[in-house]
């Protein structure tokens, strides 16, 4: 694990209060990590396919029923379409 340390200013202060607002993170780490994972994929340097089926195996480790992996799976496609 990496532990950083970042300062936000102006607009993307504003962006990471307008994420947790929404409730899309729950905290400003949270919402990091999920930019960092949507321009890997926007890049090509995950595979979005891939990413979800990964997300699909850890839901189900957590014990989640199959209507609410689905949920996940349909909101991070949703995300990943309109960003």
Same mark, same amino acid.
């Given at each position: ?18 994420i ?9 780490s949270?919402?990091?990590r999920?930019?960092?994972? !949507? =321009? &890997?994929? %926007?890049?090509g340097?995950? /595979?979005? #396919?891939k ?6 195996k !850890? =839901? &189900?480790? %957590?014990?989640?029923s199959? /209507?609410e #992996? ?10 990943s379409?309109?960003?």
């Open positions: 694990m990496t532990t950083l340390t970042i300062k936000f200013h102006g607009y993307q202060e504003d962006i990471l209060q307008r947790m607002s929404a409730g899309i993170a729950e905290t400003k949270e919402a990091i999920m930019a960092l994972l !949507k =321009l &890997a994929v %926007d890049i340097i995950i /595979d979005e #396919i990413l979800l089926k990964g997300m699909q !850890k =839901l &189900a480790k %957590d014990r989640l199959p /209507d #992996i689905l949920k996940e799976i349909s909101s991070v496609k949703n995300e379409v309109s960003g």
